[in-house]
């Protein structure tokens, strides 16, 4: 069941934040040019979203780095990892096939190759392979260290006030969580559009290279490396920070 949580968690992830920059960059699109605090507000509400919906079953990780972030600390079993990453990249892959359908009709008049491939995975505003990997490296820190700041203090106002408690158990700590991505978007994501999850960027690049999408161009899969390695680092070394500041004791 848990699998499962986190194949719709992500797929809903990437419907709704891939939905955004199709909406954004794709000819004819009512959204067209909406510019980058509709795709950063766009993204943090799908952060929200799949963690509204399947949160309570799986916790919600939608992210391979922030399971092993999470798993590096001793905070989730390492048995549970690969099933978790394989059903996050599985759902990715299905949420840019659901966002490739609901655009079907755009892709044809949007003459812009990288637009295309915009809308499935991210790329760096100025190609610099060191650069890159260390902006994903940060702004992945900073995911696990807000997430994980979330929580502790979820958890805090449970135990001290009865009232505050009631409104986070509503379901705030999603809602601050995607105002977490958006902090982490208007203010990170500027070099390399802030993948900041492996499996956002991999499984839609994947889909990318197998769906008929007319004038596609390449994947760029020479730089598909560093939005998967660069969220791993971050992620464990957010976790670390965390944990060996005594934040969560």
């Known amino acids: 069941m848990v699998y499962l949580a986190e194949f719709l968690g992500t797929a809903i992830l990437i419907l709704l934040g891939g939905g955004v920059v199709a909406g954004v960059s794709l000819a004819r699109s009512k959204a067209l040019n ?3 605090i509709v795709v950063t507000f766009g993204w943090g509400m799908a952060v929200a979203m799949a963690v509204y919906v399947v949160g309570a079953i799986s916790g919600g990780h939608i992210n391979p780095a922030v399971t092993i972030g999470l798993a590096s600390i001793g905070e989730f079993p390492w048995s549970q990892v690969p099933g978790y990453i394989a059903a996050q990249m599985a759902g990715a892959f299905v949420g840019a096939c659901l966002v490739f359908l609901a655009y079907y ?3 044809k ?3 812009d190759p990288e637009a295309k491939l915009g809308v499935f995975s991210t790329a760096p505003g100025v190609r610099n392979p060191i650069a890159n990997l260390t902006t994903e490296i940060i702004g992945t820190a900073m995911l696990l260290l807000g997430i994980l700041g979330i929580g502790e203090n979820a958890g805090a106002v449970s135990a001290g006030d009865a009232d505050l408690s009631a409104l986070f158990a509503m379901g705030f700590s999603p809602l601050i969580v995607g105002l977490l991505i958006l902090a982490i978007g208007l203010s ?3 070099p390399t559009g802030y993948a900041i999850n492996p499996a956002r ?3 839609p ?3 990318h290279a197998l769906l008929p999408i007319p004038g596609k161009g390449s994947s760029d ?3 598909a490396w560093i939005p998967v390695v660069g969220p791993i ?3 464990v070394i957010g976790a670390f920070i965390w944990k060996l500041t005594n934040f969560g004791a």
Do not use: F, K, N
Request: charged share 10%.
């Open 201 to 203: 960027d991999l499984g």
């Open 221 to 223: 899969w020479g730089y």
């Open 233 to 235: 680092i971050g992620g």
């Open 34 to 36: 909406g510019g980058w």
């Open 105 to 107: 009709a755009h892709w």
């Open 109 to 111: 008049p949007t003459e």
């Open 188 to 190: 990170l994501g500027g």
């Open 205 to 207: 690049r994947i889909a």
